[in-house]
């Protein structure tokens, strides 16, 4: 008779490989199919008594397996996979060579939230090795250049208390939140959504406590996939800028488009 336990840790399954050979149970081995370790046991009874007992410790075992493996772990697996993905699918890292389009709406916000004036620009970006080579601007549609930021930004590769989110309902989406003790830090914190299954990003919702400078500054992005390469589709800031004597609340709203990869 064969018994097959799918656990996530290595060390777990060891643990559970003793546990099983003290009950009796002999020939276990361990594979590793995809992303899991398993323990496949070809059961030879020696010490149970009755076919009780065997089934009651089958039960406890069983039991033991599922609880102990923690939330931890499966977090660190989303964790681990999704800074990989990010890694390997960032253009600036891997030096790519593209062209972007990117079409911009500085707004400046008066006291009760309203927009009180408008800029706007239209701009094509030209990257090569990864750097920002050349832009041009399209006078027609632009009032002013627009500063913009292109890296990805990478949260799974910083040291963060991260966790899910508790209303999780199992769809294609992934939420992550990551958080630390900001002190004097200006690292963000805030929240991931991956693909469940690709574990790429599809939104970051960043807040960033300290950014010198500013208050309540924030970015958010959505993210396409694009020739195997993660790029922004949308960015939004929001921020209060300080000033010597005065200060300016301002939302930039990007959407990028006409990506094309130069070879």
């Given at each position: 008779?064969?018994?097959?336990?799918?656990?996530?840790?290595?060390?777990?399954?060891?643990?559970?490989?003793?546990?099983?050979?003290?009950?009796?149970?002999?020939?276990?081995?361990?594979?590793?199919?995809?992303?899991?370790?398993?323990?496949?046991?070809?059961?030879?009874?020696?010490?149970?008594?009755?076919?009780?007992?065997?089934?009651?410790?089958?039960?406890?075992?069983?039991?033991?397996?599922?609880?102990?493996?923690?939330?931890?772990?499966?977090?660190?697996?989303?964790?681990?996979?999704?800074?990989?993905?990010?890694?390997?699918?960032?253009?600036?890292?891997?030096?790519l060579s593209f062209a972007i389009k990117a079409r911009?709406?500085?707004?400046?916000?008066?006291?009760?939230?309203?927009?009180?004036?408008?800029?706007?620009?239209?701009?094509?970006?030209?990257?090569?090795?990864?750097?920002?080579?050349?832009?041009?601007?399209?006078?027609?549609?632009?009032?002013?250049?627009?500063?913009?930021?292109?890296?990805?930004?990478?949260?799974?590769?910083?040291?963060y208390n991260y966790s899910f989110y508790p209303n999780?309902?199992?769809?294609?989406?992934?939420?992550?939140?990551?958080?630390?003790?900001?002190?004097?830090?200006?690292?963000?914190?805030?929240?991931?959504?991956?693909?469940?299954?690709?574990?790429?990003?599809?939104?970051?919702?960043?807040?960033?406590?300290?950014?010198?400078?500013?208050?309540?500054?924030?970015?958010?992005?959505?993210?396409?996939?694009?020739?195997?390469?993660?790029?922004?589709?949308?960015?939004?800031?929001?921020?209060?800028?300080?000033?010597?004597?005065?200060?300016?609340?301002?939302?930039?709203?990007?959407?990028?488009?006409?990506?094309?990869?130069?070879?």
């Amino acid at each position: 008779m064969q018994i097959v336990f799918e656990i996530g840790d290595t060390n777990q399954a060891n643990r559970l490989k003793r546990l099983l050979q003290r009950f009796g149970f002999e020939h276990c081995h361990i594979g590793f199919p995809f992303f899991y370790t398993y323990i496949g046991l070809n059961m030879s009874i020696k010490r149970t008594k009755s076919g009780f007992l065997y089934l009651l410790s089958s039960c406890l075992i069983i039991g033991w397996a599922v609880a102990g493996q923690s939330d931890d772990d499966v977090l660190d697996f989303y964790c681990e996979r999704a800074k990989a993905v990010a890694d390997s699918r960032d253009p600036l890292e891997h030096g790519l060579s593209f062209a972007i389009k990117a079409r911009s709406y500085y707004k400046r916000i008066g006291g009760e939230g309203q927009v009180t004036g408008m800029d706007s620009s239209m701009v094509e970006l030209f990257y090569s090795f990864g750097q920002l080579d050349s832009m041009k601007l399209d006078s027609t549609y632009s009032d002013r250049e627009i500063e913009l930021d292109l890296e990805l930004p990478k949260p799974f590769a910083r040291d963060y208390n991260y966790s899910f989110y508790p209303n999780d309902t199992g769809g294609a989406d992934l939420a992550i939140g990551f958080d630390r003790d900001t002190g004097q830090s200006e690292e963000p914190v805030g929240l991931a959504i991956i693909d469940r299954t690709q574990y790429y990003y599809k939104w970051l919702y960043l807040h960033y406590p300290k950014k010198e400078n500013y208050r309540r500054y924030s970015r958010s992005y959505r993210f396409i996939l694009q020739d195997g390469y993660i790029f922004p589709d949308s960015i939004w800031v929001v921020a209060t800028r300080r000033r010597l004597l005065s200060s300016e609340s301002f939302r930039i709203e990007t959407g990028l488009s006409d990506v094309r990869i130069i070879k």
